[in-house]
């Protein structure tokens, strides 16, 4: 699990950043974004507390 997170975050701290405009959408950094937090929500063990954070992700994504 912990290797899963490390790479999701290597993933993540590879996308360029606009300095210019820090809140710009980037499609993919929204992917390598979401795949972090899949990647450490798991680690917590509490079904209950991943149900959650997934469903406040899919109510975002609207």
Known sequence: MESEVLAAHHRRAGEPIDLLNPT?????????????????LPACGNPRLIGICRRLSDAAEL
């Open 24 to 40: 710009a959408s980037n499609e993919e950094g929204a992917g390598t974004h979401l795949a972090f937090h899949d990647a450490l």
